[in-house]
């Protein structure tokens, strides 16, 4: 290899060495602060009272985790009082939780009626007044025995509390619920077969009645061929042609078409046929009519 060749290249091998910096490892990252540990809530100091609605109430307190022994009832004329204190189990302070409300769930029905419970500033302490009369709507009239629960849970506590405190009969003034209507109520039974009943033809009158009817409207046409025959029929002027045969034909043809329609036809079965007859009938008839004039302007002159 030249030299001057070897000496490129060894400079541009440690020019490339010297373009490379020194790899450093990356800084580790700090480690994430442990999330702080939940606390557990308790509920204390629970005071409740069954009143009347002019009255103030007297409160009992009842232990935590116990329920009150006694089946309390009340009508729309009373008010039931709930007071309660909610608290961190570690540090024994009052806290505000996210959620506190006072629910009534019928014991056989399992039907909820919820309220909420606000808390006092100051003392943090969380009441909840029911009005059996202004609420009286909310129950739909269910009377019956009511568990009074409180329920209390916080995103950052570790424990949700129900806890069941008392129960009371309440008598409510019954709700007379509408019937619902029919497009709302769901039948899955099966739905009778719909049989559809055509309206039955109207009586006939007897076979005598008809045959003396048949015969009066025949009568005329009876009394006219009489007629003919003892007057006489002049068929010398009747021309002897295709058109006369084809004329009298289809009136023969119509008259009975009409005699069928009477008997068994419908009225547009007998117009279809009436229309295929009563074509060539009016043809041929016009034909005759103007050969029986051509016959009489010859004898004329």
């Known amino acids: 290899m030249h030299p001057q060749t070897s000496l490129a290249i060894l400079c541009l091998v440690g020019l490339a060495l010297a373009g490379q910096a020194p790899s450093k490892p990356a800084p580790a990252k700090p480690a994430a602060p442990a999330p702080p540990a939940k606390s557990q809530l308790v509920v204390d100091g629970v ?15 009842i232990k935590g985790g116990s329920k009150d022994s006694k089946v309390h009832s009340a009508d729309k004329t009373n008010k039931i009082q709930l007071k309660f204190t909610v608290k961190d189990s570690k540090t024994n302070a009052a806290t505000i939780v996210q959620q506190a409300f006072v629910a009534l769930v019928n014991a056989e029905s399992e039907q909820e009626v919820i309220f909420v419970a606000e808390p006092e500033t100051a003392s943090k302490v969380y009441t909840a007044e029911i009005d059996l009369k202004t609420q009286e709507k909310n129950f739909d009239g269910v009377n019956g025995v009511y568990q009074i629960r409180v329920f209390v849970g916080d995103s950052k506590a570790a424990n949700a509390i129900d ?25 899955y039974e099966t739905l009778p077969v719909i049989e559809h009943q055509f309206r039955e033809p109207e009586k006939r009158p007897s076979q005598f009645i008809s045959d003396t009817f048949t015969v009066i409207c025949a009568a005329p046409l009876l009394l006219l061929l009489v007629l003919w025959l003892s007057i006489g029929i002049n068929f010398g002027n009747l021309p002897i042609s295709l058109w006369t045969l084809a004329f009298h034909a289809g009136l023969i043809a119509i008259f009975g078409l009409y005699f069928t329609f009477w008997v068994q036809l419908n009225m547009f079965d007998t117009l279809k046929y009436l229309a295929i007859i009563g074509v060539p009938t009016f043809v041929s008839g016009n034909r005759l009519l103007r050969s029986l004039n051509e016959a009489r302007r010859l004898n004329k002159e």
Do not use: H, I, M, Y
């Not at 409740?48 to 609605?53: D, L, T």
């Open 47 to 61: 005071q409740f009272a069954v009143f009347e609605r002019t009255a103030k109430p007297t409160l009992a307190t």
């Open 163 to 187: 806890w069941n405190v008392a129960d009371v009969k309440l008598t409510l003034t019954p709700v007379e619920k509408p019937a619902p209507k029919k497009s709302q109520v769901v039948n």
